[in-house]
């Protein structure tokens, strides 16, 4: 069974960084179909980052030159760096992992940037 917990989120300034973690358990074997997603206030769930298959590396339009996802297989961990961040940026982000045709998601983790 596949889990996934976030950690990290809180709240910065405009133009400050956070990262967040996401511990994972059951099998992973690579960081192919590990992803972050965000949902703001009255907003549908939007990408945010992931890595999919030959590790190729997709990032939102608002997340390219300014987030940065990396993650230990071994370890069982993936993370988004964020930098330079923006009010806009304010949202729960969530932790994905598609395994199987399968999405499982974290119960997220709250980032407020404040202007």
């Known amino acids: 069974q596949v889990q996934l917990v976030e950690s990290g989120g809180g709240l910065v300034q405009a133009g400050g960084s956070l990262r967040l973690s996401c511990a994972v358990s059951?099998?992973?074997?690579?960081?192919?179909?590990m992803g972050w997603y965000r949902q703001a206030p009255g907003k549908s769930r939007e990408l945010v980052a992931r890595?999919?298959?030959?590790?190729?590396?997709d990032y939102a339009g608002s997340a390219k030159g300014r987030f940065t996802i990396s993650g230990d297989a071994a370890k069982k961990t993936f993370d988004l760096q964020m930098n330079r961040l923006r009010p806009d940026d304010t949202a729960v982000y969530y932790c994905?992992?598609?395994?199987?045709?399968?999405?499982?998601w974290g119960q997220g983790t709250q980032v407020t940037v404040s202007s």
């Open positions: 994905n992992k598609v395994d199987l045709g399968q999405h499982y």
């Open positions: 890595v999919v298959a030959g590790n190729i590396e």
């Open positions: 059951g099998t992973m074997i690579s960081l192919i179909g």
